[in-house]
């Protein structure tokens, strides 16, 4: 299993347009990709310009598989100039 998170923090008034692209790509993620076994998007009501992403994929290449996907560039693109800062974290299982 290969887990990553994502921890985005959004500019000033984009968290309902990012949202509403975010939860577009996560739902493709999860129909689209046989690697992508888990895609979580969470936000907390206090802090609406941060939103953390917890993935769980088969392994590296199904999460690079991902990166590569045509629903993932064109989210990337739309979300852009919505984000201030994106730090990603990955995974690699080592004990099951």
Known sequence: MYAVTVTLTLKENQHEAFMYLMLENAHA??????GCQRFD??????QP???FLYEL???QTAFQAHLASKHFQA???FTADM???KQVHC???VFQ
Do not use: G, I, M
């Open 49 to 51: 310009k941060t939103v």
């Open 41 to 46: 998007v969470c936000a907390d009501p206090n």
């Open 57 to 59: 994929y088969d392994d």
């Open 83 to 85: 984000v201030v800062d």
């Open 75 to 77: 989210f990337d693109t």
């Open 29 to 34: 993620s999860l129909a689209n990709e046989p």
């Open 91 to 93: 995974f690699s299982q």
